[in-house]
């Protein structure tokens, strides 16, 4: 069987007058993180970390943030995509092991939903997709609060 590992950073600055998506939820906190898309930086990461294990560039070259057509767009409909695009090319994901960095909002009521989220949206078991977070001891950016950074790791699986 072959496995290829695969890692992924995103990184959004917080902006007033947006909305806070994380894991694929929206969160009850303001302000928002700024981006072309819905800035799920949680989403993004994994994405960038699936589409890395298969070879097949990152979420920007599939996704370019100055097209019109992903304009504020679900990032749940882009970790959708990806995974029928790395699962068109005969690889399955085995598991996902994830980090939110970020001092506010506390997100450890949220990361059960954020996992039967994700969950759902990749067609995968619940209980291959590990959240955890942390802060940054409030040093740089995401100690200052002026943004959030997201980590994955994910695991995929040849299928023969």
């Known amino acids: 069987m072959k496995l290829r590992v695969g890692f992924g950073y995103d990184v959004h600055a917080f902006a007033a ?8 939820i929206k969160l009850d906190y303001q302000p928002g993180l700024l981006g072309h898309s819905d800035a799920d930086v949680l989403i993004h990461a994994l994405c960038d970390a699936l589409l890395g294990a298969a070879n097949m560039r990152d979420i920007g070259f599939h996704f370019p943030d100055n097209a019109s057509e992903f304009k504020n767009i679900d990032s749940k409909i882009l970790l959708h995509h990806t995974m029928l695009l790395i699962r068109e090319k005969g690889w399955e994901f085995g598991n996902a092991d994830c980090t939110v960095v970020a001092e506010q909002p506390k997100l450890n009521p949220y990361i059960s939903a954020m996992q039967k989220t994700l969950a759902e949206v990749m067609q995968v078991n619940v209980d ?17 609060q002026e943004g959030m950074a997201a980590y994955a790791t994910v695991l995929l699986q040849k299928q023969d």
Do not use: Q
């Open 17 to 24: 007058g947006r909305e806070l998506w994380l894991g694929g």
């Open 128 to 144: 291959d997709i590990s959240i955890k977070a942390t802060t940054n001891e409030k040093m740089g950016f995401v100690g200052r």
